[in-house]
């Protein structure tokens, strides 16, 4: 059984950096595209960032790129989003995925999914 628990959220203030982690357990990671999404309150959930299985590719929602920045390290099973220049609109909860299949910019993509980190960003 494939789990991910992400963790690494918090408070920030607008133009600080964040790094958030995701450890998948139960397989291999190299096994997955994986993929950040996010829920801001009263929102969709929406893309983020994803990355192909040997992390060879990465992909960035417009809103977040040249911010953010996705990696893996599969020895340790565990995806990172790197969040550079917050700003109060990204405030949300922050989701990993796992999808057996290549990676997606729909959440219907994924097979599997964490519990979700609060990332706040204060003005």
């Known amino acids: 059984q494939v789990q991910l628990v992400e963790s690494g959220g918090g408070l920030v203030q607008a133009g600080d950096s964040l790094r958030v982690s995701c450890a998948l357990s139960?397989?291999?990671?190299?096994?997955?595209?994986m993929a950040w999404f996010r829920r801001a309150p009263g929102k969709e959930r929406e893309f983020v960032a994803a990355?192909?299985?040997?992390?060879?590719?990465?992909y960035y929602a417009d809103s977040v790129k040249g911010r953010f920045t996705i990696s893996r390290d599969n020895a340790k099973n565990t995806v990172y989003l790197d969040m550079n220049s917050l700003k109060p609109e990204d405030t949300a909860v922050y989701y990993c995925?796992?999808?057996?299949?290549?990676?997606?910019?729909?959440?219907?993509?994924?097979?599997?999914w964490g519990q979700g980190t609060q990332v706040t960003v204060s003005s």
């Open positions: 995925a796992a999808a057996r299949g290549s990676y997606g910019y729909s959440p219907w993509n994924y097979d599997y």
């Open positions: 990355i192909s299985g040997s992390g060879g590719n990465t």
């Open positions: 139960g397989r291999t990671l190299s096994t997955y595209a």
